[in-house]
């Protein structure tokens, strides 16, 4: 997993250069900002799409392989600090309100789940590892997957519904 330095605020809050950078393991990749546009399901100009790969690339989170073909240079990306906490903040507001209107796209094209459920703090905190062990597996899933097709947004929220007069709402 490659740290994301504080001073890449920005790569969190763009959610063209994001999804780009994932774009680029697609079986039919192409750089073409046309190609690019048809598929990104965002708004972004042909000049905003070219601006986002140099950035990546200057970023070091793309390079170019042996053939000249763009690749991701990490696996995976996580972002750690204060700033990096703002931004994810923001990056996962932005997200959960991509997935509520994603309730709107077909069942083929989305999954959606969820459970309100009683927790204590020890059970709330078995619930986190599994979660946390979930995100891990889905994670090997997708390093061995060889042809991917298609670019998505994963998020899991664990919030409470209530407060606990035993542990001040923490829970």
């Known amino acids: 997993v490659h740290r994301l330095e504080l001073d890449r605020f920005d790569y969190l809050n763009d959610d063209l250069t994001l999804t780009l950078r994932e774009m680029v393991a697609l079986e039919d990749f192409s750089e073409d900002a046309s190609w690019i546009q048809s598929r990104f399901r965002g708004r972004a100009g042909k000049k905003k799409i070219e601006q986002s790969l140099t950035q990546l690339v200057n970023m ?26 703002v931004a994810l ?3 996962y507001k932005r997200m959960f309100s991509k997935a ?3 309730l709107e796209m077909s069942r083929d094209e989305r999954y959606m789940g ?6 204590s703090p020890e059970a709330y905190e078995q619930v986190t590892e599994i979660l946390q062990d979930s995100m891990k597996k889905i994670r090997r899933i997708v390093d061995e997957d ?10 899991f929220a664990l919030f409470p519904l209530t407060r606990s007069d035993d542990d001040g709402g923490k829970h």
């Open 146 to 155: 060889d042809a991917p097709d298609n670019v998505y947004q994963m998020v």
């Open 89 to 91: 903040r923001s990056f």
């Open 114 to 119: 969820g459970y309100t459920l009683t927790l």
């Open 100 to 102: 509520s209107a994603a």
């Open 60 to 85: 070091g989170l793309l390079a170019r392989n042996e053939d000249g073909k763009l690749k991701a240079t990490h696996s995976h990306q996580h972002a750690s600090g204060d700033i990096a906490n």
